[in-house]
């Protein structure tokens, strides 16, 4: 079965610019997560949404925006871009949502490696 | 905002030995507990998962969490140089989302 599969690999843009990242699930899986992580340091949670709705929302600027779609695919965008929103964008999914008592693990995409000049 | 700790890093150990990972964690409602490893330029990937008291072994690894004094714990036995790689811990707080740690850069030296 294919894992989270991301799109693009890399990404190179300039400030101001706008950016669409995206991500599908394992099948199956009905809960996406977007996560920010910059050299050195551990991911940092931007979005997850379950069933098509929001779940949950870290401490991000309103110039990052997410949603999903019918088939739980997820894209994430990120608007005016800055030069410290360069690093690495990871998609993970789960089968249920951060509200369930289940608890399941997320696995990870490749991530998409961005890149503002 | 949660916040977790990890053991400061980088951490070497010969070949064959144990090494030791751990975190702690600020918030006693936490539910479960993950162990993801990170190769340089990779995306995490999970080793193990943990939601009781006590240990849970699997292969060469042991997950080990302690809710009264707020930690858990990564053994990794017979360590090889392939288990050179960054380890990440992650809390997942009933109705909130994963937090990570920052990481421990574990070598394995041969």
């Known amino acids: 079965d294919a894992g989270v599969t991301q799109s693009p690999t890399h990404l190179i843009k300039t400030r101001g610019q706008h950016v669409t990242l995206r991500c599908s699930p394992i099948?199956?899986?009905?809960?996406v997560s977007w996560y920010q992580q910059v050299l050195g340091q551990g991911p940092q949670f931007i979005f997850q949404?379950?069933?098509?709705?929001?779940?949950g929302r870290g401490n991000f600027p309103d110039r990052f925006s997410a949603r999903q779609f019918p088939n739980y695919s997820s894209e994430l965008n990120v608007n005016a871009l800055l030069l410290g929103d360069s690093a690495l964008y990871l998609c993970?999914?789960?089968?249920?949502?951060?509200?369930?008592?289940?608890?399941?693990?997320?696995?990870f995409g490749d991530g998409t490696r961005l890149s503002i000049l | 905002q949660k916040e977790e700790e990890q053991n400061s890093g980088p951490l070497s150990v010969p070949e064959g030995a144990i090494a030791s990972l751990n975190c702690t964690y600020s918030?006693?409602?936490?539910?479960?507990f993950f162990w993801y490893r990170q190769y340089s330029g990779k995306s995490p990937e999970l080793i193990m998962f943990?939601?009781?008291?006590g240990d849970k072994e699997d292969g060469r690894f042991t997950a080990q969490l302690n809710k009264a004094s707020q930690y858990v714990s990564l053994l990794i036995r017979d360590s090889q140089p392939s288990d050179s790689a960054t380890y990440l811990c992650?809390?997942?707080?009933?109705?909130?989302?994963?937090?990570f740690g920052p990481g421990t850069r574990l070598s394995v030296l041969p």
């Open positions: 993970a999914s789960s089968l249920s949502g951060v509200d369930s008592y289940s608890n399941q693990p997320q696995h």
């Open positions: 099948s199956g899986h009905k809960s």
């Open positions: 949404y379950y069933e098509k709705e929001e779940r």
């Open positions: 918030d006693r409602g936490s539910q479960s």
């Open positions: 943990i939601y009781s008291n």
């Open positions: 992650a809390v997942n707080f009933y109705g909130q989302n994963f937090v």
